[in-house]
């Protein structure tokens, strides 16, 4: 949802992030939801989760900053509602397959089925 939300934005015809607010405001009230999350969790944090922490902050941080240009630039040129799909397509089928193959987890038929439904619908996407 919060992927969306700050994708919606760069489709709007004559708009334009002038002060590149979509990044931190998007890292914003991703901390705020997790802060919240680990009050309510109880979670203690410990020096160990707080580096791994702010290690996975700058890493987000970078991704989406560069996602943003890259929707940006996409745009411009007229390929945004084709090259976006397929690269969070060809993300969320990387993801399954890594579970599959590296961490060996074990799929169940409907799964199976919704990989190749995600594979097929990349490859329509790509025929536009």
């Not at 802060?35 to 791994?52: D, E, G, Q, R």
């Not at 996975?56 to 084709?82: Q, R």
């Not at 599959?100 to 990989?115: A, R, S, T």
Request: proline share 3%.
């Amino acid at each position: 949802m919060q992927q969306t939300i700050n994708t919606v934005p760069s489709r709007w015809s004559g708009w334009e992030d002038t002060y590149n607010l979509r990044v931190p405001l998007s890292m914003i009230s991703g901390f705020i939801f997790q802060v919240v999350k680990m009050i309510f969790a109880k979670i203690k944090l410990t020096l160990n989760s707080l580096f791994y922490g702010i290690i996975a902050a700058i890493l987000i941080t970078l991704g989406e900053w560069s996602v943003f240009i890259s929707m940006d630039l996409l745009k411009t040129s007229g390929l945004l509602p084709v090259v976006y799909p397929l690269a969070i397509g060809i993300s969320i089928i990387g993801v399954a397959l890594y579970s599959g193959v590296v961490l060996k987890e074990k799929f169940k038929v409907g799964q199976l089925v919704g990989i190749f439904i995600g594979i097929t619908g990349i490859i329509l996407i790509s025929l536009q």
